[in-house]
T-cell receptor, first 115, second 117 residues
């Protein structure tokens, strides 16, 4: 079964400093991985996706993630945090089961950005 | 291009009642999925529909059901509501047509917040 583990439930950074949100995955085959962001009382927005092309994936709002097979990791980074980045971030793996498709979400990382 | 539209945004229901939630996917998207989000259990997969057929179902009781219409709009129904059904219900659509692993990602709606009292 596919799964993802987000290693930090809360991360706090100062505005202008780098952001690192950690995610490890478990998959029996080459996975499709995603990062989604959820702002308070909003739905989920796709930040970026990895689908076995380039291992360094660039997303929206300056975020990027690197797929490392040897470490089974897909960490999300941003060089400089902005106040508007404060939100909950989910690492997600896609799997195909029973003829259909589903997403399995990590438990989320709450990012706090301080002045 | 309009996004995924979910109605209503908020609902308050009494235990034992039933509820129907609606989702209109992005035009051209035929795959629609539903997820339940709660503080305790996080985001959990309910079911996926494609071309009016349920292709996949999560581990939820039979009180949770859904359907998809020929225009790809989808509804989910919860019967005999329990307090634990209080959650944010999210609908997502995808341009994915095949049954393999999704390479396209899903676009989510803003959700319906259901409160059961």
């Amino acid at each position: 079964a596919q799964s993802v583990t987000q290693l930090d439930s809360h991360v706090s950074v100062s505005e202008g400093t780098p952001v690192l949100l950690r995610c490890n995955y478990s998959s029996s085959y080459s996975p499709s991985l995603f990062w989604y962001v959820q702002h308070p009382n909003k739905g989920l927005q796709l930040l970026l996706k990895y689908t076995s092309a380039a291992t360094l994936v660039k997303g929206i709002n300056g975020f990027e993630a690197e797929f490392k097979k040897s470490e089974t990791s897909f960490h999300l980074t941003k060089p400089s945090a902005h106040m508007s980045d404060a939100a909950e971030y989910f690492c997600v793996v896609s799997s195909s089961t029973g003829g259909g498709n589903k997403l399995t979400f990590g438990t989320g990382t709450q990012l706090k950005v301080e002045l | 291009k309009a996004g995924v539209t979910q109605t209503p945004r908020y609902l308050i229901k009494t235990r034992g009642q039933q509820v129907t939630l609606s989702c209109s996917p992005i035009s051209g998207h035929r795959s629609v999925s539903w997820y339940q989000q709660t503080p305790g259990q996080g985001l959990q997969f309910l079911f996926e529909y494609f071309s009016e057929t349920q292709r996949n179902k999560g581990n939820f009781p039979g009180r949770f059901s859904g359907r998809q219409f020929s225009n790809s709009r989808s509804e989910m129904n919860v019967s005999t509501l329990e307090l634990g059904d209080s959650a944010l219900y999210l609908c997502a659509s995808s341009i994915q047509t095949g049954t393999g692993v999704s390479n396209y990602g899903y676009t989510f709606g803003s959700g319906t917040r259901l409160t059961v009292v």
